[in-house]
């Protein structure tokens, strides 16, 4: 079954630490991995995308990387500030025995970091 | 601005009553997606359009209808099957179905059963 996890479930930080949020999935026959953040009762924010041919994308102060043997990618946060609080959810666009895809959603890491 | 609009933000359903939320896009993409968040939970997709005139089940279809008569639109109908329709709802598109590019979302409709 493909399925993606999110450990932590949550995490609660102090402002200007760095941090990483991790993500796993069960079947390494990807198109890519994209990560997202949501606001309370909003919708989701596209942050970066990672082909499964890519090993890491960066964009300010967030970096993913993608280890796709082993089934896991990382967002580092540097330098993490107040505003980056939010729910960040990783989602896998999984290759379909025959044919097409689909994109399999964590359950995502809900951040705080506090002043 | 090109994006993805839903509507409306908030929507309340007696029991008994289907209701249509809305989704229109203005990226010209082919491929548009619902999906349903509850609390602890990933987000699970109900229905897919690859293309204008086509849209498929995805894995809790039951209690849904869509429809996409128009590249722009894809609106969801929670029916009066549908047993536990309060919920996140989020509407999403990719520029192809066979696409290897960025999925964008709308800002949600939260639907609650009065």
């Known amino acids: 079954k493909q399925e993606v996890t999110q450990i932590p479930a949550a995490l609660s930080v102090p402002e200007g630490e760095n941090l990483v949020l991790n993500c796993s999935f069960t079947?390494?026959?990807?198109?890519?991995l994209q990560w997202f953040r949501q606001d309370p009762g909003k919708g989701l924010t596209s942050l970066l995308l990672i082909q499964s041919s890519q090993r890491e994308q960066t964009s300010g102060r967030l970096n993913a990387s993608l280890d796709k043997s082993s089934g896991r990618s990382t967002l580092y946060i540097a330098a993490s500030q107040p505003g980056d609080s939010a729910t960040y959810l990783c989602?896998?666009?999984?290759?379909?025995?025959?044919?097409?895809?689909?994109?399999?959603f964590g359950t995502g890491t809900q951040l705080k970091v506090e002043l | 601005d090109g994006g993805i609009t839903q509507s409306p933000k908030y929507l309340f359903r007696k029991e008994g009553q289907n209701v249509t939320l809305s989704c229109e896009q203005n990226l010209n993409h082919d491929a548009m997606y619902w999906y349903r968040q509850d609390p602890g939970q990933g987000l699970r997709l109900i229905y897919y359009s690859q293309i204008v005139n086509d849209f498929q089940k995805g894995d809790i279809a039951e209690g849904y209808s869509v429809s996409r008569e128009k590249k722009e639109s894809f609106p969801l109908t929670v029916t009066s099957a549908q047993k536990n329709p309060t919920a996140f709802y989020l509407c999403a598109s990719t520029q192809r179905w066979d696409s290897n590019g960025l999925a964008f979302f709308g800002q949600g409709t939260r639907l609650t059963v009065v």
């Open positions: 989602a896998v666009r999984y290759i379909l025995t025959g044919g097409g895809n689909k994109l399999t």
């Open positions: 079947d390494s026959a990807i198109y890519n």
